[in-house]
Structures are given as C-alpha cells and as structure tokens.
C-alpha cells in the first residue's frame, strides 16, 4: 500500500504561482510512476500530468503544456508540480496518484490516490 498527501494549494491571483507536492510513504515511492490530476465543480477528472518512475520521461496536457512543470525527488519521496501563469480555468482540486499506468492520459491507470489539495486563482 502507498499514502500519498497533498499540500501546497491555496488562493493566489491570475498570473501567479503555486508549487504543489506530493509526500508517499508505504511501499517503494521510485518504482512508480506519478501523476497530476484535477477536477473542477461539475466536471470530470482530468489529466494534468505525469513523470514516468526515473523521471525521464514527463508528459503534459495541452492546456498546461508550458506553464506547469512535473518533478520528483525520489530520495526525499515527493512529486512536485510546479504551476506558473495561473489562469481562473485552472481552479480546481489537485489530485495526485501513483501506480504503473500502461497508459498515463486516464485515471483509471493509477491505484493510489491522495486526497486532494485545493487552488484557486481568481482574476
């Protein structure tokens, strides 16, 4: 079993940045991939981003391509997310998730999830 917990959201205004992280503790934290997700009132989860297990390998969607950066330390056991050039349409929960995904773009993939972390950007 993996734990995994946000932190780092928060209030921050249009143009701004925020830095969200990921704390794993259980089993192995670098034999997994990682990945970003959020969700908006009344909408479905959505992909934000993903880093394969080396951190090689990161992967973006369109909408964040650019303004938002994936990373991770595996001796200190977080993922990052790094969030500049915030925009209204990026309020959402944040959600992070560990697992082997054969396919990083859908939540389904991920076995482990943390509880969300909260951003809002207003205008």
């Known amino acids: 079993q993996v734990q995994l917990v946000e932190s780092g959201g928060g209030l921050v205004q249009a143009g701004g940045s925020l830095r969200l992280s990921c704390a794993a503790s259980?089993?192995?934290?670098?034999?997994?991939?990682m990945g970003w997700f959020r969700q908006a009132p009344g909408k479905e989860r959505d992909f934000v981003a993903a880093?394969?297990?080396?951190?090689?390998?990161?992967y973006y969607a369109g909408s964040v391509k650019g303004r938002f950066t994936i990373s991770r330390d595996n001796a200190k056991n977080t993922l990052y997310l790094q969030m500049n050039s915030l925009k209204p349409d990026d309020t959402a929960v944040y959600y992070c998730?560990?697992?082997?995904?054969?396919?990083?773009?859908?939540?389904?993939?991920?076995?482990?999830w943390g509880q969300g972390t909260q951003v809002t950007v207003s205008s």
């Open positions: 259980g089993r192995t934290f670098s034999s997994y991939a």
């Open positions: 880093i394969s297990w080396s951190g090689s390998n990161t």
């Open positions: 998730a560990a697992g082997s995904p054969r396919d990083y773009l859908h939540d389904y993939e991920y076995g482990y």
